[in-house]
């Protein structure tokens, strides 16, 4: 185990001694790989705080559930508790009649309501689910109609189910350019290593009259490519921090004239963890592919 961690090593500081004798070479590199990563990775980011503004503006979707004129306490009570069991909801108030009717009133229809000879509303229950996830409220909705003593359940997910729809169309655009971009950072890792290789092969005759093994000979050129990505990766991170910064006024702006407090937020830890993790990989496979290719007939 020793040994494994001192051949790893010995490859770290030479990878590390190549990137650092190439400073342009290795700048450029980086920031051809940031700069590409940073698309995606701000178009997901962005996706996501549009969905946080969205759900501000447009506010919780609830589930209205209309008890029958002729419910009494007994059967309000008996819905009351299957609402509390129900562990896919957050919430629920109980709305009495009384209250409805007062609250119409409020909102302008006195005048109407009052040449009424008895209360025309009935008892209802709002409720309001778990999470945005479309297919549950539908699942709600329909246990509720099965309900006794529920006349009718009006279900509000219509601007959900659009909101999912234009958000997984913006995740698999953001998906298709995260591959497509990938494929083409493999490709410039791949030309980059082969010119290592190239550069290396007088080196790498040496090395093998030496006695040095394939791996040995190999695991430097993995690391100086998984280094390289990484670094891009980093440069990812602060080139989507700036754009942060830059569009944080507008979209502050922009929830303001509806009425909503709202705040750009950027890669929390997860997200900039897996930004570095995939450009190491995708600097890692280009470095990779180019070894089998070039290194054996080195």
């Known amino acids: 185990m020793m040994n494994w961690f001192y051949l790893h090593g010995r490859a770290i500081a030479h990878a590390l001694r190549r990137l650092a004798g190439q400073p342009l070479g290795t700048l450029l590199s980086a920031l051809v790989v940031g ?17 946080s503004l969205a759900r501000g503006v447009s506010g919780t979707p609830e589930i209205s559930v209309f008890l029958d004129m002729g419910a009494g306490a007994a059967d309000v009570a008996l819905i009351e508790r299957r609402l509390k069991a129900e562990p896919a909801l957050a919430s629920y108030r109980y709305v009495p009649r009384d209250e409805a009717l007062q609250q119409l009133q409020r909102g302008g229809l006195g005048d109407v309501l009052g040449g009424l ?21 539908e699942r709600l909705a329909e246990t509720m109609r099965s309900w006794p003593k529920v006349a009718h359940v009006q279900l509000d997910s219509a601007w959900v189910k659009r909101l999912h729809a234009l958000l997984g169309l913006g995740r698999s655009a953001v998906m298709m350019l995260a591959g497509l971009l990938g494929f083409a950072l493999v490709i410039v890792t791949f030309n980059t290593i082969r010119l290592q290789i190239l550069t290396q092969r007088p080196e790498i005759e040496v090395s093998r ?36 910064e830059a569009l944080a ?23 900039s963890l897996v930004i570095v993790a995939f450009a190491t990989f995708l600097g890692w496979l280009g470095a990779a592919i180019s070894v089998r290719r070039h290194l054996a007939g080195a």
């Open 35 to 51: 700069i590409a990563l940073s698309l995606p990775g701000g178009g997901y980011l962005l996706l996501d705080n549009v969905a």
């Open 117 to 137: 000879s008895a209360n025309p509303l009935p008892d209802a229950f709002v409720a309001a689910p778990r999470g945005e996830d479309p297919a549950v409220f």
């Open 249 to 271: 006024a507008p979209v502050a702006a922009l929830a303001e004239s509806y009425g909503a407090v709202f705040a750009l937020s950027g890669p929390g830890v997860p997200e």
């Open 209 to 244: 009259l030496l006695g040095a093994t394939d791996p040995f000979i190999r695991r430097p050129f993995y690391w100086f490519g998984g280094l390289q990505g990484a670094l891009g990766g980093l440069v990812a991170l602060g080139t989507v921090w700036l754009g942060v």
